[in-house]
């Protein structure tokens, strides 16, 4: 065990960006107060290159998940399972992994060989649960953890049901990496070649969500382009980058004020770009909308799990930092109505803006960092 001003934590996440960014971004404030952090995941998967490049210690763990429609994979999962856990605590005991003070794990199946081999050893377990419907890893983790924290305040009383009585549930939010909450306005801008007198609508849906937004978007190209000095920055999902484009069929002219990507790499700067955002709500997207306090309409992506995506957007409506629109709505005359409406009201878009700042979802990572040394 190291003294309290340098503990070494252990982190699973992996699997999703959903779980690995808000991860990484805890373990950017854990570095930046002097302790040390190991994660654990798999190779294959995207924490196998995202942890490596931010420049934390990686340490694979090998697990397969259970399939619901094939009930045979339980006996595998349960296998790979108590192996993994039963090399994890030897590997600790034995000094060849360094003995955590704290271990978290994001939500994953792949944290529960780390979450239950740190409480056979006595070491203190987080679980952190970014969505409004908790997934099924950390509810069968649950009963382990000292602190619950979560992105979402109403999923707090879904897991109190699977947790002890001394598991102490507290809302954090969703930690947002440093890159994005460093985003600048003027930097973004600049990138983008956009004026800073210009309007800038920022539109995107996740791999997943993007098709109909891509759809709808083409269908009000000619509203849009209408109204003056809008700019559209449109991110359409790595596999809808040739039909958006296609579908939107601009013209030189049109090109110059509509800029289309594939993927926003640099999304802090344009984010910070943006006077209102177009988006679906996974607990990412909602998070970083939030800690960039950006005006936002949310288009909860329709087949998410117990639509908790509809859930996570409540987050910032009921706020006043957000409009929610149903997925089957937006093909209608109100959300165009709504839509641009808001473009050409730059005093209703600063309102949402200052509610979005109450929510202070830009120091969620901050917070977290806090409960974990308390439990230490």
């Not at 991110?235 to 110059?256: I, P, Q, R």
């Not at 997925?327 to 959300?335: E, K, L, N, P, Q």
Request: aromatic fraction near 4%; glycine fraction near 10%; hydrophobic fraction near 45%.
């Amino acid at each position: 065990m190291t003294d309290s001003n340098h503990l070494v934590v252990a982190i699973a996440a992996g699997g999703t960006a959903g779980h690995v960014n808000p991860a990484l971004a805890l373990a950017d404030e854990l570095r930046s107060r002097g302790h040390e952090v190991h994660f654990f995941g798999e190779t294959r998967r995207l924490e196998g290159s995202l942890v490596p490049q931010a420049g934390f210690p990686f340490h694979p763990v090998h697990v397969t998940g259970f399939d619901r429609q094939r009930p045979w994979t339980l006996v595998t999962a349960l296998m790979h399972l108590a192996r993994e856990e039963h090399r994890l605590v030897g590997e600790f005991q034995s000094g060849s992994l360094p003995m955590p003070d704290v271990a978290i794990g994001f939500g994953a199946y792949l944290e529960l060989p780390l979450v239950r081999a740190a409480a056979k050893l006595g070491i203190p377990v987080a679980l952190h649960e970014q969505n409004s419907v908790p997934g099924l890893a950390n509810k069968r983790s649950a009963k382990l953890a000292r602190l619950i924290a979560t992105g979402q305040p109403s999923v707090g009383d879904i897991l109190r049901e699977h947790a002890g009585s001394a598991t102490r549930i507290v809302f954090t939010g969703n930690p947002v990496r440093r890159s994005v909450l460093d985003g600048d306005r003027a930097r973004g801008r600049a990138a983008l070649g956009i004026d800073e007198d210009a309007t800038v609508l920022l539109v995107f849906g996740g791999s997943l969500g993007a098709k109909h937004l891509n759809e709808r978007l083409a269908e009000l190209k000619g509203a849009l382009l209408a109204i003056e000095g809008l700019h559209v920055v449109q991110s359409t999902g790595k596999g809808g980058y040739d039909d958006a484009v296609a579908a939107l069929d601009l013209s030189g002219d049109e090109g110059a004020r509509w800029q289309v990507r594939s993927y926003i790499d640099d999304m802090g700067d344009v984010l910070a770009a943006a006077d209102l955002v177009l988006s679906r709500a996974g607990a990412s997207s909602v998070a970083e909308i939030a800690a960039l306090a950006a005006p936002s309409i949310l288009v909860p992506y329709p087949f998410a799990t117990a639509d908790h995506q509809t859930t996570n957007a409540r987050l910032l409506s009921d706020a006043g930092a957000a409009v929610v629109f149903a997925d089957a709505d937006i093909d209608g005359d109100s959300f165009r109505e709504e839509l641009l409406t808001l473009l050409h009201d730059p005093a209703r878009r600063s309102a949402m803006h200052d509610a979005a700042c109450g929510l202070a979802q830009d120091k969620a990572a901050q917070v977290l960092a806090d409960e974990l040394e308390a439990l230490v």
